[in-house]
T-cell receptor, first 114, second 114 residues
Framework: AQSVTQLDSQVPVFEEAPVELRCNYS??????LFWYVQYPNQGLQLLLK??????LVKGINGFEAEFNKSQTSFHLRKPSVHISDTAEYFC????????????FGKGTRLHILP | KAGVTQTPRYLIKTRGQQVTLSCSPI?????VSWYQQTPGQGLQFLFE???????NKGNFPGRFSGRQFSNSRSEMNVSTLELGDSALYLC?????????????FGPGTRLTVT
């Protein structure tokens, strides 16, 4: 079975500063990895996903993530955050199996400080 | 193209009652998944429907059930409501089965059980 751990429940960062949201996963099989964002009072939106190929994945809104198989990590980064990035971010994992469900982490709340 | 719609958006019920939530997927999407989101447990997978059949199920009691209609619309039902069922219930649709297909989330139904 797969599991995912988001190491920080909240991350404060100043506007225009870089940010990294950490995610580690556990799995005995090949995985797909995802980052989703949830703005207040909304559903989730896919930021980016890793299925195979290049370990550096670029997503929407200037975010990127790097798949590190040896460290079983998939950290999300953005070089310069904006106030509009205030949201909750979820890392998720599933096995690379057509029938598998997606398992979500508990989320990291990103606070942008003026 | 219209997004995923969920009705109702807000619901207040009393312990012991039952509730039915509705989800209309994006046109052409055949897979619908349901999730429960709470502050303590985060996002938990309830079940997935594809072609009117339940394909995957999470670890929830039998009080939680669902179905999918021939037009891919889905409903979930919770019987004998408990206080702990208070949560945001999210529906997500995707073009086909498998986590490699992007899931599009609706805004959710916020259920409060008193």
């Amino acid at each position: 079975a797969q599991s995912v751990t988001q190491l920080d429940s909240q991350v404060p960062v100043f506007e225009e500063a870089p940010v990294e949201l950490r995610c580690n996963y556990s799995s005995s099989v090949s995985v797909y990895l995802f980052w989703y964002v949830q703005y207040p009072n909304q559903g989730l939106q896919l930021l980016l996903k890793y299925l195979s190929g290049s370990t550096l994945v670029k997503g929407i809104n200037g975010f990127e993530a790097e798949f590190n198989k040896s460290q079983t990590s998939f950290h999300l980064r953005k070089p310069s955050v904006h106030i509009s990035d205030t949201a909750e971010y979820f890392c998720a994992v599933s096995s690379a199996n057509r029938d598998d469900k997606i398992i979500f982490g508990k989320g990291t709340r990103l606070h942008i400080l003026p | 193209k219209a997004g995923v719609t969920q009705t109702p958006r807000y619901l207040i019920k009393t312990r012991g009652q039952q509730v039915t939530l509705s989800c209309s997927p994006i046109s052409g999407h055949r897979s619908v998944s349901w999730y429960q989101q709470t502050p303590g447990q985060g996002l938990q997978f309830l079940f997935e429907y594809f072609s009117e059949t339940q394909r995957n199920k999470g670890n929830f009691p039998g009080r939680f059930s669902g179905r999918q209609f021939s037009n891919s619309r889905s409903e979930m039902n919770v019987s004998t409501l408990e206080l702990g069922d208070s949560a945001l219930y999210l529906c997500a649709s995707s073009l086909d089965r498998g986590s490699s297909y992007e899931q599009y989330f609706g805004p959710g139904t916020r259920l409060t059980v008193t």
